[in-house]
Every structure is written in structure tokens, then in C-alpha cells.
């Protein structure tokens, strides 16, 4: 990973109010926390004179609570050795079309060769298409339209010719 690699998920979570971030690779592993802003609490109200006035004490707000996203629909294992894996190169917003009122690029069931656009990956507002690696048929496409996906996801699976 390059600096401005980094220096675009850096940027990707701070638009998105990500607070936590784990990238793997096979070479690496980046975890990335945001901390949380400290905020101070007025004193109250003022106390008779023969007690002690309390400080102000630093108050750590808590995350809110936030479900676990859903499992991701991964295919059987025994499925996935005759297909070839499309994976997301990027982390960002997954999109069939190339447009909200265009044709998906391809559907379940199609032929599509070599070099082929499959999907848009959006990053940081740049539309990033990503292509096929092997000319056969697409027999599944595990994401849905406008969802999120993450480096390395698997995104389609493609029967060879």
C-alpha cells in the first residue's frame, strides 16, 4: 500500500464517520480507530459554602450502539471451485448500472468475454469500473445494487468457457 492509497481510505473514512477500519491483505494487516472527542460537563449549580464546590470532570461520550451488519451472502463452499471469483479491488459503493435508469451490466445467466465491465465500484466520488478476468458465464452476483462492499469481497462468480 502506497502513501496515497492510505491517504484515500484515511479520507473515505473521515467522509463517511467511519470509527473503525481493519484491513487484511495476505502481505499486511491496518487497523484504524477513530477516537472519541472529549467533552466537559459544566459544574453544577452552586452548593452551600461549608461543602466543597466539585470539579468539572471530563465526560467520554459512548458510540452508539450499531447493529451487526448482516452476513454477507458468501456461496458454498463446494459451489466456488468451479468459478472464477470477481473480487472488489476497493473498498466503496457497489453499482450495476451506469446509471440509476440504465441496463445492469450484466445479469445472471449472461455470457460476458475478457475485459468486459461487470460493475461499478464508487470511491470518493470516482467511478471505478471493474472488469471481467475470464470470458464465460456470470452464474452469480452476490451483492446488491448500491450496497456497500469491502477490498477483496467477493462480487461475482463466473463459470469459465
Request: contains cysteine; hydrophobic residues 35%.
Amino acid at each position: 500500500m502506497n502513501a496515497k492509497e492510505l491517504k484515500s481510505i484515511l479520507q473515505a473514512l473521515q467522509d463517511h464517520e467511519v470509527s473503525e477500519l481493519t484491513l487484511e491483505t495476505p502481505d499486511y494487516k491496518l487497523t484504524i480507530k477513530r477516537g472519541p472527542e472529549v467533552q466537559y460537563v459544566a459544574p453544577p449549580a452552586p452548593v452551600p459554602q461549608n461543602q466543597p464546590v466539585p470539579q468539572a470532570a471530563p465526560v467520554v461520550p459512548q458510540a452508539p450502539a450499531v447493529e451487526a451488519p448482516p452476513p454477507k451472502a458468501e456461496p458454498p463452499k463446494e459451489e466456488t471451485g468451479k468459478y472464477v471469483e470477481v473480487k472488489a479491488p476497493i473498498v466503496g459503493t457497489f453499482y450495476r448500472a451506469p446509471s440509476p435508469d440504465a441496463e445492469p451490466y450484466v445479469k445472471e445467466g449472461d455470457t460476458v468475454k475478457k475485459g468486459q465491465v461487470l460493475c461499478i465500484i464508487e470511491a470518493m466520488k470516482l467511478m471505478n469500473e471493474i472488469e471481467s478476468e475470464v470470458s464465460g458465464v456470470v452464474r452469480k452476483i452476490l451483492v446488491q445494487n448500491a450496497e456497500p462492499v469491502e477490498y477483496g469481497q467477493v462480487l461475482f462468480l463466473i463459470e469459465p468457457a
